[in-house]
């Protein structure tokens, strides 16, 4: 049965999981549409921050109404666990459209980013920053509409940022600078953020990559980003300056808004100039940029330009500082990304008797990774669709990012059970046309009357002939007693034909019949004279009965023919009235 939340939401299926939810389809039974559920990870119910933060998600985004924002229908709360109800869209994740088709066209690429950046300028007016701008959080349909999702760490403006609570915050690739610093993030943080995802749709690649992501981090600090046309050539010059001013590392130097954003972008697809162009080159590698009605030269990041001796010392001295800074955090452990330094090992979690889905989930918060070659095999133990065997085994202390191989049970393994009531089969045989066919369950006998049936014949069978069973599945097999005897009173059949005597003695009343005769005297020939045992004494149904049947007349019976002839009567009334003559006599 599957899992109704509130009463309403009924789980068709698990579609994703985020380090604080797991995402579910479901179906709402009041409205009888298809939605998604977000439910808060279960090791975070008793964590009041997390669910401040779960429910700050749903306030948050419940706020925005935009055709390329996830719309919140419902927030509740089913037992101890916390869920959100938002807007289904049948899509893929950007990330997944980058790793199959990157790098996109310029018009491809224009048309999502237009979308992606409405949808955060409508977000900044209401003073809300993402903070999780990446091409995992954004959703697009077939039709090339994008929907941004995940406000999970959206908070408004005003709030407290990431800094005062020491969480990790955003993935390492599409994190700002100052976010890496751990100082205040503000609008133009996701600027950056979608920046990268721009550069990313342009190239395949991210400007920042490495081993560890403190290294990526850092070089989000240090390192100018090769511009985007180095990777593909055929992106335009104004593409190229829109996205190194939305990646430039001081935020001053990007983007104010969103909006003006989106404004160069329909500059860019309508073929107008864009709010910034380049205005010097004094080789093949430099050149400038300037901001209109600003009047001073910036160059974009990865554009050399010529820069005043005093700016340039100046701009020496705050990365030395800002390099101290960060030394310092790190050296005090303030600073986020100790969490990677300090966690190099990790131990395998349990997966034996786990679904896929919840071994995914243990994985991961294990820091794991799940081999998705799945091995399967029958088990009679382990049900279908449960993990039998996993590698590295559990509480195996291994380095974090590997993977753990499984193996999934098929369930019993079935088989189609033979018919053994043909031919009124022996037990014996029965049981060898069992094991023959594979089943190994045990097996079992009752023993009931058959009227037909010759005894200890399989007469009945559970599992039916044909059907599919467990090759180890118990079994059951009746078997005929022979027919059903009850103890009875012998009938009496004195004086009666043979034949008459044979259908009371044996069709009616289930006996074995033998047969005798004995000359008589007094009985006419083939009449029943006397059984064994004698009327009326108990005997069992089954039994064999002795009827004593006359041969013909002897002397008397010669004199009474005699008399007969004589008298013109029947012989039958002469013996009638024989006994009372011999009587009076």
């Given at each position: 049965?599957?899992?109704?939340?509130?009463?309403?939401?009924?789980?068709?299926?698990?579609?994703?999981?985020?380090?604080?939810?797991?995402?579910?389809?479901?179906?709402?039974?009041?409205?009888?549409?298809?939605?998604?559920?977000?439910?808060?990870?279960?090791?975070?119910?008793?964590?009041?921050?997390?669910?401040?933060?779960?429910?700050?998600?749903?306030?948050?985004?419940?706020?925005?109404?935009?055709?390329?924002?996830?719309?919140?229908?419902?927030?509740?709360?089913?037992?101890?666990?916390?869920?959100?109800?938002?807007?289904?869209?049948?899509?893929?994740?950007?990330?997944?459209?980058?790793?199959?088709?990157?790098?996109?066209?310029?018009?491809?690429?224009?048309?999502?980013?237009?979308?992606?950046?409405?949808?955060?300028?409508?977000?900044?007016?209401?003073?809300?920053?993402?903070?999780?701008?990446?091409?995992?959080?954004?959703?697009?349909?077939?039709?090339?509409?994008?929907?941004?999702?995940?406000?999970?760490?959206?908070r408004a403006v005003s709030s407290a940022t990431v800094t005062h609570t020491g969480d990790i915050v955003g993935s390492v690739h599409y994190l700002s600078?100052?976010?890496?610093?751990?100082?205040?993030?503000?609008?133009?943080?996701?600027?950056?953020?979608?920046?990268?995802?721009?550069?990313?749709?342009?190239?395949?690649?991210?400007?920042?990559?490495?081993?560890?992501?403190?290294?990526?981090?850092?070089?989000?600090?240090?390192?100018?980003?090769?511009?985007?046309?180095?990777?593909?050539?055929?992106?335009?010059?104004?593409?190229?300056?829109?996205?190194?001013?939305?990646?430039?590392?001081?935020?001053?130097?990007?983007?104010?808004?969103?909006?003006?954003?989106?404004?160069?972008?329909?500059?860019?697809?309508?073929?107008?100039?864009?709010?910034?162009?380049?205005?010097?080159?004094?080789?093949?590698?430099?050149?400038?940029?300037?901001?209109?009605?600003?009047?001073?030269?910036?160059?974009?990041?990865?554009?050399?330009?010529?820069?005043?001796?005093?700016?340039?010392?100046?701009?020496?001295?705050?990365?030395?500082?800002?390099?101290?800074?960060?030394?310092?955090?790190?050296?005090?452990?303030?600073?986020?990304?100790?969490?990677?330094?300090?966690?190099?090992?990790?131990?395998?979690?349990?997966?034996?008797?786990?679904?896929?889905?919840?071994?995914?989930?243990?994985?991961?918060?294990?820091?794991?990774?799940?081999?998705?070659?799945?091995?399967?095999?029958?088990?009679?133990?382990?049900?279908?669709?449960?993990?039998?065997?996993?590698?590295?085994?559990?509480?195996?202390?291994?380095?974090?990012?590997?993977?753990?191989?499984?193996?999934?049970?098929?369930?019993?393994?079935?088989?189609?059970?033979?018919?053994?009531?043909?031919?009124?089969?022996?037990?014996?045989?029965?049981?060898?046309?069992?094991?023959?066919?594979?089943?190994?369950?045990?097996?079992?006998?009752?023993?009931?009357?058959?009227?037909?049936?010759?005894?200890?014949?399989?007469?009945?069978?559970?599992?039916?002939?044909?059907?599919?069973?467990?090759?180890?599945?118990?079994?059951?097999?009746?078997?005929?007693?022979?027919?059903?005897?009850?103890?009875?009173?012998?009938?009496?059949?004195?004086?009666?034909?043979?034949?008459?005597?044979?259908?009371?003695?044996?069709?009616?009343?289930?006996?074995?019949?033998?047969?005798?005769?004995?000359?008589?005297?007094?009985?006419?020939?083939?009449?029943?004279?006397?059984?064994?045992?004698?009327?009326?004494?108990?005997?069992?149904?089954?039994?064999?009965?002795?009827?004593?049947?006359?041969?013909?007349?002897?002397?008397?019976?010669?004199?009474?023919?005699?008399?007969?002839?004589?008298?013109?009567?029947?012989?039958?009334?002469?013996?009638?009235?024989?006994?009372?003559?011999?009587?009076?006599?």
């Open positions: 049965m599957s899992k109704i939340f509130g009463g309403r939401y009924e789980v068709l299926e698990r579609i994703g999981a985020g380090g604080m939810a797991i995402v579910y389809k479901a179906k709402d039974l009041l409205l009888n549409r298809v939605v998604t559920i977000k439910v808060l990870r279960e090791q975070f119910v008793t964590d009041e921050d997390f669910i401040r933060r779960f429910r700050r998600e749903a306030q948050s985004a419940a706020s925005l109404s935009h055709p390329n924002i996830v719309s919140i229908y419902d927030v509740g709360k089913d037992g101890d666990t916390e869920y959100i109800v938002m807007e289904y869209v049948e899509g893929r994740n950007l990330k997944e459209i980058i790793r199959e088709y990157a790098p996109l066209s310029t018009e491809q690429s224009i048309n999502l980013a237009r979308q992606i950046t409405g949808a955060i300028q409508n977000a900044h007016e209401h003073h809300i920053i993402h903070r999780d701008i990446k091409p995992h959080n954004i959703l697009v349909t077939a039709e090339g509409h994008a929907k941004v999702t995940d406000f999970g760490i959206a600078p100052e976010q890496a610093k751990g100082i205040q993030s503000n609008e133009q943080s996701d600027i950056y953020s979608l920046g990268i995802v721009l550069y990313e749709l342009l190239t395949g690649k991210v400007p920042y990559d490495g081993e560890t992501p403190i290294a990526i981090a850092l070089k989000h600090l240090q390192q100018q980003p090769v511009p985007p046309s180095k990777l593909n050539p055929r992106i335009g010059k104004a593409f190229e300056t829109v996205i190194m001013r939305a990646i430039a590392k001081s935020p001053e130097q990007r983007y104010l808004s969103a909006k003006d954003l989106l404004e160069d972008l329909n500059h860019i697809q309508s073929g107008r100039p864009i709010t910034w162009s380049a205005i010097s080159q004094e080789d093949d590698s430099e050149a400038t940029q300037t901001h209109k009605g600003m009047g001073k030269v910036l160059a974009p990041i990865g554009i050399k330009a010529s820069v005043p001796k005093k700016v340039e010392n100046k701009q020496r001295r705050l990365w030395i500082i800002g390099g101290l800074v960060l030394l310092f955090t790190l050296l005090g452990g303030g600073f986020w990304l100790k969490s990677y330094l300090a966690v190099e090992t990790t131990k395998v979690p349990d997966l034996i008797g786990k679904t896929v889905p919840v071994a995914a989930d243990f994985v991961e918060q294990a820091k794991l990774r799940l081999d998705q070659e799945f091995t399967y095999e029958f088990s009679n133990e382990v049900e279908k669709d449960r993990i039998i065997a996993q590698d590295p085994k559990a509480d195996t202390s291994i380095k974090t990012g590997r993977s753990v191989k499984i193996v999934i049970s098929r369930g019993v393994e079935m088989g189609q059970f033979p018919d053994v009531t043909i031919g009124q089969m022996s037990l014996e045989n029965a049981i060898n046309l069992i094991t023959n066919a594979g089943f190994t369950g045990k097996i079992s006998t009752d023993t009931i009357p058959h009227t037909t049936a010759a005894k200890d014949a399989v007469i009945r069978q559970n599992p039916a002939p044909l059907a599919d069973w467990p090759k180890n599945g118990d079994i059951h097999l009746t078997l005929s007693a022979g027919p059903e005897w009850q103890t009875i009173n012998m009938p009496n059949v004195i004086g009666r034909s043979s034949n008459e005597a044979k259908t009371i003695l044996v069709d009616q009343n289930k006996l074995i019949l033998k047969i005798e005769t004995e000359v008589s005297t007094t009985s006419p020939e083939d009449v029943v004279i006397r059984t064994i045992p004698n009327s009326g004494e108990p005997i069992q149904q089954g039994s064999e009965v002795t009827m004593v049947v006359s041969r013909g007349p002897g002397p008397l019976a010669q004199g009474l023919r005699e008399q007969a002839n004589n008298n013109r009567v029947t012989i039958a009334q002469i013996f009638a009235n024989e006994p009372a003559k011999r009587k009076e006599q």
